[in-house]
T-cell receptor, first 114, second 112 residues
């Protein structure tokens, strides 16, 4: 069974530029998550999708971050414009359903904003 | 509201020694608890989870954790550390209806 795929693995941009990350979850998983992991901290949920719909985006900085999940499968997370404090690893995860189901994580995208 | 506190950002053990990583949680409803491991430049991998069945939970790679409601704890243990156990470990909690809340992580260092 293929795992959660993410690309790119690494990205370096200058502040005020835009960037996009892509995630392909495990086939059949209804729930998709985007987390931000700042160095030295645990992952923080940015947004959770259930199929096509958004379940929780309360911690997504909506003035600069946006995310979509087309057709309930792949997802993209965009930052525009980027700030220095956006430097982090962005993790995508998926699970069969919401709640206490195991989340499977991708390898992450390490973003450096200079 | 729910939260997780992991005591000690770094824990150092010798190979063959007992591993003990501490996790305390706060939850207003019965919790589901998880331990994840993260190796360098990789995503998180589930070690074990507590979902209100047996209080002693066994996971992969010889790890286990015990749910203690009276102490609001879910500490992770392994009888004998291996060099390959060196990684960062995260405890996480959910009510089952809420999103997963992670602790700040504990880096496990294993020396020969």
């Amino acid at each position: 069974e293929a795992g959660v795929a993410q690309s790119p693995r690494y990205k370096i941009i200058e502040k005020r530029q835009s960037v996009a990350f892509w995630c392909n979850p495990i086939s059949g998983h209804a729930t998709l998550y985007w987390y931000q992991q700042i160095l030295g901290q645990g992952p923080k949920l940015l947004i959770q999708f259930q199929n096509n719909g958004v379940v929780d985006d309360s911690q997504l900085p909506k003035d600069r971050f946006s995310a979509e999940r087309l057709k309930g499968v792949d997802s993209t997370l965009k930052i525009q414009p980027a700030k220095l404090e956006d430097s982090a690893v962005y993790l995508c995860a998926s699970s069969l359903d919401t709640g206490a189901y195991e989340q499977y994580f991708g390898p992450g995208t390490r973003l450096t904003v200079t | 509201a729910q939260s997780v506190t992991q005591l000690g950002s770094h824990v150092s053990v010798s190979e063959g020694a007992l591993v003990l990583l501490r996790c305390n949680y706060s939850s207003s409803v019965p919790p589901y608890l998880f331990w994840y491991v993260q190796y360098p430049n990789q995503g998180l991998q589930l070690l074990l989870k507590y979902t209100s069945a047996a209080t002693l939970v066994k996971g992969i790679n010889g790890f286990e954790a015990e749910f203690k409601k009276s102490e609001t704890s879910f500490h992770l243990t392994k009888p004998s550390a291996h060099m390959s156990d060196a990684a960062e470990y995260f405890c996480a909690v959910t009510s089952g209806y809420s999103t997963l809340t992670f602790g700040k992580g504990t880096m496990l260092l294993v020396s020969p």
